[in-house]
C-alpha cells in the first residue's frame, strides 16, 4: 500500500531490485527515465545519481509531494521535468517534456499506492491508526472526499464500492450501517468510520484478516482517487512508450492492482502468429519479455526494515519487438 519507508531517508522499497531490473535499460547518455509515481522522489534520486546521462520524467499527482520531491531533486535540476498528473497522463507528460510519447522511453517506474508521506500526514485521513478528517485524496486540491463518498453515496453504490474495490465481504452490511447513521450525523472523522466497522463486523472475523478497517479503508482510498481506472488506462500508455530494450517495472500492492498488471502484459508477451503456421510471421512476434517469474515479493529483511512492503508484488518486463 505505500511507496517510501519510514524516517528522514526515506528508503524505497525494493530499490536494489529495481536498479537491478531497470539499469541495464539506463546507462546510454540521454536515456529517458519516467517515474510515474514520483513521491518523495527516492527511487528518482538513486537512478539520477547512479546514472549520470539519464533524464527524468517524473509524475505525480500530490501537489506537495512534487513540491518536496524537487527539492530533493535540485541537485539533478537539469535533468529533470516533474508534472503534475495521475500516471494515466503519461503520454501528456512526455509531450510537455518535448518527448515523443511513443517509443521514447528507456525506462518505466510505477509504484503504485499510497506513499508513507500521505498515510503519515494524518489530516490526510488514509490511516486508520489515527484520528482525522476522512479526505484520503492523493490530489487534495481537485475530487471527492472518502466523508463524500460515505454520506452522499446510495446503499448500492457503497456496496460494490466496498466489496469490489476492498474486496470487504461484509460490505451490504457495513453499507446499511452507514446509510442508517448518516441520517442522523454525516460522517467526517476517520475515527467515526472505524467504531462503525468495530460495530458491524463480527468478533470472530475482526480476528483474522488484519484490521477489521483495512479493507474499508483500501476501498474508499481507491474510489476517490479512482486509482484501477487511472492504471487501466496508464497500463497501455506506459508500455506503449517504451523503445526497443526499454524496460518497466511495476510494483503493486493489492490483489486488484496486479491482476490489472497481469492482464495488460499477457497478450503482449506472446505470440500473434496463428498457432498452426511453422514460422514466426515478421512483426508478429512478442512485444515484451518478462524480467520475473510471476510476481516477486519483498525479502524478509527488506520486510524487517520496512513492514510496510510486506504486500508489495513487483512485475518487469523488457519490449523486445518494435510496436507495430
Same mark, same amino acid.
Given at each position: ?213 483495512? !479493507? /474499508?479503508?483500501?476501498? %474508499?482510498? #481507491? +474510489?476517490?482517487? $479512482?486509482?484501477?481506472?487511472?492504471? *487501466?488506462?496508464?497500463?497501455?500508455? &506506459? ?32 505470440? !500473434? /502468429?496463428?498457432?498452426? %503456421?511453422? #514460422? +514466426?510471421?515478421? $512483426?508478429?512476434?512478442?512485444?515484451? *519479455?518478462?524480467?520475473?517469474?510471476? &510476481? ?29
Amino acid at each position: 500500500m505505500n511507496r517510501e519507508q519510514d524516517g528522514p531517508r526515506h528508503v524505497p522499497v525494493l530499490l536494489g531490485r529495481a536498479d537491478e531490473l531497470l539499469g541495464p535499460a539506463l546507462t546510454e547518455p540521454g536515456a529517458v527515465y519516467v517515474d510515474a509515481t514520483l513521491g518523495l522522489g527516492g527511487h528518482a534520486e538513486h537512478f539520477l545519481r547512479t546514472y549520470p546521462g539519464l533524464r527524468l520524467v517524473g509524475l505525480d499527482r500530490d501537489t506537495n509531494a512534487l513540491r518536496l520531491a524537487e527539492d530533493r531533486l535540485r541537485p539533478f535540476a537539469d535533468r529533470i521535468t516533474l508534472v503534475h498528473t495521475t500516471y494515466d497522463g503519461i503520454a501528456d507528460a512526455l509531450t510537455q517534456a518535448g518527448l515523443d510519447p511513443v517509443g521514447s522511453v528507456s525506462g518505466i517506474l510505477m509504484d503504485l499506492g499510497v506513499s508513507s508521506m500521505q498515510l503519515d500526514e494524518a489530516e490526510r485521513g488514509f490511516a486508520y491508526s489515527v484520528d482525522a478528517p476522512l479526505d484520503m485524496r492523493m490530489d487534495p486540491t481537485r475530487g471527492i472526499t472518502a466523508a463524500d463518498v460515505l454520506n452522499t453515496y446510495s446503499h448500492g453504490d457503497l456496496a460494490r464500492v466496498l466489496k469490489t474495490y476492498g474486496e470487504e465481504r461484509f460490505a451490504g452490511k457495513i453499507a446499511s450501517e452507514v446509510v442508517r447513521r448518516r441520517q442522523q450525523r454525516p460522517f467526517t472523522t476517520s475515527a467515526e468510520l472505524v467504531e462503525l466497522l468495530y460495530a458491524t463486523i463480527p468478533a470472530a472475523a475482526r480476528r483474522t484478516g488484519g484490521h477489521p478497517a483495512k !479493507r /474499508t479503508f483500501q476501498a %474508499l482510498r #481507491v +474510489e476517490v482517487n $479512482g486509482e484501477l481506472d487511472s492504471l *487501466r488506462a496508464a497500463l497501455p500508455a &506506459a508500455l506503449d512508450a517504451l523503445r526497443l530494450g526499454g524496460r518497466i517495472v511495476i510494483m503493486s500492492y493489492q490483489s486488484l492492482e496486479d491482476k490489472l498488471v497481469k492482464q495488460e502484459l499477457a497478450p503482449r508477451i506472446v505470440s !500473434r /502468429t496463428p498457432v498452426d %503456421l511453422p #514460422v +514466426e510471421l515478421p $512483426g508478429m512476434g512478442p512485444e515484451f *519479455r518478462m524480467l520475473t517469474r510471476g &510476481a516477486e515479493k519483498a525479502t524478509e529483511r527488506e520486510i524487517d526494515e520496512n513492514p510496510r512492503a510486506a504486500p508489495v508484488r513487483m512485475r518487469a518486463a523488457e519490449r523486445i519487438q518494435e510496436r507495430g
